[in-house]
């Protein structure tokens, strides 16, 4: 049955009807219900060809009109629903499509251009790699080393084949919860000069004295002997009270071991000042070059690692006896030279970086 027809058709029909033929024959022969005949004879009685077509478009045209306004005021609706709700994110805008969708029957498309998001990016279905494994590392990791930040761990979790981004050991360090609470100063801006490194190692080593206490209160002190080109820990000197003489042994022990550098810096405390490492120098041909006073900078290379000594060994353990403290700071020291990853060295140890110099 023909459910359409043309402004000919029906003006005709109504035509017919006024010069007196019967409805009954006009609706039989054209298959439409009496009721269709006099809704047309009430729509378009009077009117032409022409004129009806017309009075049609102008009926489609209105109820387009009336779709788009009740379209728009339907995003109109929804965009109040959900203006209160801060999405920036992907993520975050997945969801406010989705109620948009859902809660509106608005379409993908309108839902998305209301959210500010592509439809490429909210079909768009993450094919995440598991990191269990790599989490239950990471976290071992940070339990071992509390004081180690994230790229610390990132250095150790790329030394052990883990990782290689950076970025992923970050999500997955901030979604542990893991970092580590610092107590931040305020700094004088003012223009840097970096240290000059020397050329290969064994050029330039230097000192300097950190000190801590047993648990019974006892007072000890800490040689640190350092390679200011690949950041190595060469020596740690731990004992209750260290005289020149005893710095001069143990830099001969050095030397024994490493060979002899041609410089060795330190501060002006009495220990470096003192006779015996006078004669030590002259005796050695090593040369002394103390830091101007009260310029702990111009002895960085060692300044840093005492940070790092005292945060990561001192105040991670309460020795009870000063050979305990010798036996965990050699541990700690063998763990800096071969395992910890270096920030200055491209987060290689020391020794690695050595033998890659060499």
């Known amino acids: 049955m023909k459910k359409r027809y043309t402004e000919e058709q029906i003006i005709k029909a109504i035509k017919q009807h006024e010069a007196g033929a019967k409805v009954d024959d006009i609706c039989r022969e054209m298959g439409i219900s009496t009721g269709t005949f006099y809704n047309w004879r009430s729509k378009y009685a009077g009117l032409e060809v022409n004129e009806a077509k017309r009075l049609r478009e102008l009926e489609?045209?209105?109820?387009?009109?009336?779709?788009?306004?009740?379209?728009?005021?339907?995003?109109?609706?929804?965009?109040?629903?959900?203006?209160?709700?801060?999405?920036?994110?992907?993520?975050?805008?997945?969801?406010?499509?989705?109620?948009?969708?859902?809660?509106?029957?608005?379409?993908?498309?309108?839902?998305?251009?209301?959210?500010?998001?592509?439809?490429?990016?909210?079909r768009y279905q993450p094919r995440k790699k598991p990191d269990n494994g790599l989490r239950q590392?990471?976290?071992?990791?940070?339990?071992?080393?509390?004081?180690?930040?994230?790229?610390?761990?990132h250095g150790l979790l790329r030394g052990e084949g883990w990782v290689k981004n950076r970025k992923r050991t970050y999500r997955l360090y901030t979604e542990e919860g893991l970092q580590v609470r610092t107590k931040k100063r305020k700094k004088l801006t003012r223009p840097r000069q970096p240290m000059e490194v020397p050329p290969a190692p064994n050029q330039r080593w230097s000192m300097d004295f950190v000190s801590d206490q047993l648990s019974n209160g006892r007072r000890f002190r800490v040689l640190n002997v350092v390679d200011d080109y690949s950041r190595e820990m060469v020596g740690q000197l731990v004992s209750v009270a260290i005289s020149g003489r005893q710095v001069a042994?143990?830099?001969?022990?050095?030397?024994?071991?490493?060979?002899?550098?041609?410089?060795?810096?330190?501060?002006?405390?009495?220990?470096?000042t003192s006779k015996a490492m006078f004669f030590w120098s002259k005796e050695t041909g090593v040369t002394l070059g103390f830091i101007q006073p009260g310029k702990p900078t111009q002895n960085a290379f060692v300044e840093s690692l005492n940070g790092k000594f005292r945060n990561e060994c001192l105040n991670q353990h309460w020795f009870r006896t000063l050979d305990?403290?010798?036996?965990?700071?050699?541990?700690?020291?063998?763990?800096?030279?071969?395992?910890?990853?270096?920030?200055?060295?491209?987060?290689?140890?020391?020794?690695?970086?050595?033998?890659?110099a060499a």
């Open 60 to 122: 489609a045209e209105n109820n387009k009109l009336k779709k788009m306004l009740a379209d728009k005021m339907l995003e109109v609706e929804a965009m109040k629903d959900v203006l209160f709700k801060k999405v920036v994110t992907p993520a975050a805008k997945k969801p406010v499509v989705q109620h948009l969708i859902e809660g509106f029957s608005l379409s993908e498309r309108v839902a998305c251009q209301l959210a500010g998001l592509s439809r490429t990016a909210f």
């Open 137 to 153: 590392r990471l976290k071992a990791l940070a339990t071992q080393y509390p004081r180690y930040g994230y790229l610390m761990l």
């Open 249 to 272: 042994r143990f830099l001969d022990q050095l030397m024994e071991e490493r060979g002899k550098p041609k410089k060795v810096t330190c501060d002006n405390g009495t220990e470096f």
């Open 324 to 356: 305990e403290a010798r036996y965990e700071i050699e541990l700690w020291r063998e763990h800096y030279n071969h395992v910890r990853p270096h920030s200055s060295l491209n987060y290689m140890p020391p020794v690695a970086y050595a033998k890659q």
